[in-house]
């Protein structure tokens, strides 16, 4: 093996390197990330057990929760709602 073969072979192994770090940093990211998305969905269903809105899950064909709580935000048809969630 010549001087610029062995060059570009060290060239090449030092990209192989570089990019099996950056792959292992990522996964590590995602790891931490997936963790904390896990996090925040079971605080997220501890505030929605806790809520006054929860305390029945029929609806009728109104859109709101049996007891006549509006399941919406004030300002918010069914119409915008369904829009917002499919466009």
């Known amino acids: 093996m010549d001087a610029e073969n062995k060059g570009d072979f060290f060239k090449e192994l030092n990209k192989s390197e570089t990019a099996k770090l950056a792959r292992d940093q990522v996964l590590s990211d995602g790891r931490k990330v997936s963790r904390l998305v896990i996090d925040a969905e079971d605080r997220l269903g501890e505030l929605l057990i806790n809520s006054d809105t929860t305390k029945s899950s029929s609806r009728g064909t ?24 499919y466009h």
């Open 62 to 85: 109104s859109g709101r929760f049996e007891g006549g709580k509006n399941s919406l935000p004030v300002g918010i048809n069914k119409k915008e709602s369904f829009l917002s969630n």
